[in-house]
């Protein structure tokens, strides 16, 4: 055995007599790369739910805007249909 691994092996050891378990350095690895993809995930879906609520708040803007154009064409839609009945009346009268 080389004097590397001795001394890998005597640091595990400590390890395992201090914990009182094997630890899985594979697995802790592979944990701390899934924590980067969960923290990379996390702040997408973070920024996708700022730049919606962005987004809401323009397609808001714009509902209340064409509401109000709307609005003025319907008032004046019956203001010309309030005058032509008055013109009817006017004329069958």
């Given at each position: 055995?080389?004097?590397?691994?001795?001394?890998?092996?005597?640091?595990?050891?400590?390890?395992?007599?201090?914990?009182g378990?094997?630890?899985d350095?594979?697995?802790?690895?592979?944990?701390?790369?899934?924590?980067?993809?969960?923290?990379?995930?996390?702040?997408?879906?973070?920024?996708?739910?700022?730049?919606?609520?962005?987004?809401?708040?323009?397609i808001?803007?714009?509902?209340?805007?064409?509401?109000?154009?709307?609005?003025?064409?319907?008032?004046?839609?019956?203001?010309?249909?309030?005058?032509?009945?008055?013109?009817q009346?006017?004329?069958?009268?």
């Amino acid at each position: 055995m080389s004097l590397r691994r001795l001394r890998i092996a005597e640091e595990l050891a400590h390890l395992i007599l201090e914990r009182g378990a094997i630890p899985d350095v594979k697995k802790s690895s592979e944990g701390r790369c899934r924590n980067r993809d969960i923290t990379t995930q996390k702040r997408k879906i973070e920024q996708a739910l700022i730049s919606g609520s962005t987004e809401l708040l323009q397609i808001k803007r714009e509902t209340e805007q064409q509401g109000r154009r709307l609005l003025g064409e319907v008032e004046s839609a019956l203001a010309v249909l309030a005058q032509a009945r008055a013109d009817q009346r006017a004329a069958a009268g």
